[in-house]
């Protein structure tokens, strides 16, 4: 295919590429929107004890989970940034290590308390990385199509 011919081809690619893109970096910020809501309410869905430890669980969540609703809530509205994806990372990690922290106690309930905090954080993790991922795959497929 000659020169024209890639260019041409990019061109009638471009517009599908980018509403799926758009698509999937919706899905994925429905995704983060829904999580930040669940690390707000999880401490009473699961009954969090309120014991001294568990407290800070709990609190923990409940910040995280608004930052994490609001990052949720930046990309459905606007179009996504590299400071919501690495907020929404960052927040990831510390959900991950914030038990080992904080140490949430030593009762089922703060066990409980534990394992949603590690599992939250891994799929925080996850999501971050699947929208930097795209933001990169985007940026290279803008420049191919430019060429």
């Given at each position: ?34 999580i930040g809501l669940w ?50 990372l960052l927040a990831g ?34 999501l971050a990385a699947l ?17």
């Amino acid at each position: 295919m000659s020169p024209k011919g890639h260019a041409a081809h990019a061109a009638r690619k471009a517009p599908r590429d980018t509403v799926v893109r758009d698509k999937r970096s919706e899905v994925i910020g429905t995704l983060i929107l829904a999580i930040g809501l669940w690390l707000f309410v999880a401490p009473w869905v699961l009954g969090y004890p309120f014991t001294a430890p568990a407290v800070d669980a709990h609190l923990n969540e409940i910040v995280v989970g608004i930052i994490v609703f609001a990052c949720g809530l930046a990309r459905l509205i606007r179009p996504r940034g590299l400071l919501s994806d690495l907020t929404v990372l960052l927040a990831g990690i510390w959900m991950v290590v914030a038990p080992f922290v904080f140490g949430y106690g030593d009762t089922a309930r703060a066990e409980l308390a534990r394992v949603n905090s590690v599992a939250v954080g891994i799929v925080l993790i996850i999501l971050a990385a699947l929208s930097l991922l795209l933001a990169a795959f985007g940026r290279r497929g803008a420049a191919a199509a430019r060429q």
